[in-house]
């Protein structure tokens, strides 16, 4: 399926519903203003709660953080935290809007088209934020239409800066070919998943420029690529490093070019290292690294994007799960490894193709309590998650600071009944313990919008 056909599908969605507030709401809210009273803030940065305090909303900026703010207009809406916890909206580094709702047997199923999948991601992607997630970062798939539709005011959904289709070399990570299908190389035909966005594969200097460039063009915020083997994918070994050191070094030069920056799918220190080398600033997963790799990391500065997978679930093939036992092995490792020598951090689900995993994405950021404090956690999941989001620079698709509760910031807030620094697992159940979900200064959740 070419641009021309995914375009149509996008409108079709249209047509078929997936609207959840009309764009008029949008501009209303650049006026609205709504005052949070008698909340207590999580900053986004702090290790504790700040006293009884008020928070003023206009457009989709705070403007006033004081126990004095009042509403600056007779229509602004006041809510009335009652002591209640106002703290950032959650971020999520490493999600795949488009592939995170699909089953495989529905990915490989003969009705299967760009019109179902953009039906089943808009409903996740509604789901997501009323889960509190009022941004991520998509580091695989093609996100670009739905993006634009949930900008649009068209479909519920969060922030998302995308990546556009993972670059992968022949035989690599995201070289997702079916057996019966030949290298593009010599048949002359684009692969299935290259049809439809979910991958590209590029090999040698001047095609991975192309690869990398072409998603620049369509809007990625930042460039993913492969560097090594793994878990769900059928040809490549956990052990392989992919890309050469110029291959690499090409993605680099053409993501710098745009004032933006590569990160990698990579597990074990060879290919890391490799990375490092070319110029990557993330590297995504890392469940194999020594510690001599983490502390190059913390020396040169590199983000580690981790994760907490679940051991196996029933959608996992047997093969599948014999190669995941060495990564989840690792990642008890890293974490708490990488903490300690002070690698900069943030995290992500990483949920692919089992989308009954998707309800547990707020549960998933409590795997991590062995290994942080509630106040660590938090952090990690707002204002940690930010600065990552912020290596995009001017190819961030969102003008403003996240992450923080703070004059001048972007609007996305929750408000959570309680105070999860003193219950961490209050954050785990989105449903119960979420009374306002706010996002650009639109209530989403728990009052009229």
Known sequence: MKLAAYLRAALLALVLGLVAYHPAALAQAAEREVLFVNVRVFDGTSDTLSAPTNVRVRGNLIVEISAQAKPGSADAVVIDGRGQTLMPGLIDNHVHMMFNSLSPAQMTGADMSLEKVMQLSAAQSQAMLLRGFTAVRDVGGPSFMLKKLIDSGKVMGPRIWPSGPMISQTS?????????????????????????????????????????????????????????????????????????????????????????????HAYHPKSVRRAIEAGVKVIEHGNLLDEDTLRLMAEKGVWLSGQMLVDSTEAMDPKRREKRKPVLEGQRQVWPM????????????????????????????????????????????????????????????????????????????????????????????????????????????????
């Open 172 to 264: 690599g990570h995201a070289d997702l070919r079916g057996p019966d299908e030949p290298s593009r190389r010599f048949s002359g035909k684009m692969s299935k998943a290259e049809e439809v966005w979910a991958s590209v594969i590029a090999d040698g200097r001047a095609e991975v420029l192309t690869a990398v460039r072409e998603n620049l063009r369509m809007g990625a915020s930042q460039i993913k690529i492969a560097a090594g083997g793994g878990t769900s994918s059928e040809y490549d070994p956990l052990d392989v490093t992919q890309y050469t050191l110029d291959e690499m070094k090409a993605a680099v030069d053409a993501a710098d070019d745009w004032n933006t920056y590569v990160t990698v």
């Open 338 to 449: 990488a903490k300690r020598l002070g690698v900069k951090l943030a995290w992500g689900t990483d949920f692919l193709f089992e989308p009954e995993l998707n309800e547990q994405q707020n549960a998933y950021i409590l795997r991590l309590k062995p290994y942080f404090t509630s106040a660590e956690l938090l952090r990690l999941v707002t204002s940690n998650n930010a600065e990552l989001l912020a290596l995009s620079g001017p190819r961030t698709p969102y003008e403003g600071r996240l992450g923080v509760v703070e004059a001048g910031a972007l609007a996305d807030l929750i408000l959570v009944r309680g105070n999860p620094l003193a219950n961490i697992d209050l954050i785990g159940d989105p449903a119960r313990n979420f009374s306002v979900i706010m996002k650009d200064g639109m209530i989403v959740k728990g009052a009229p919008r």
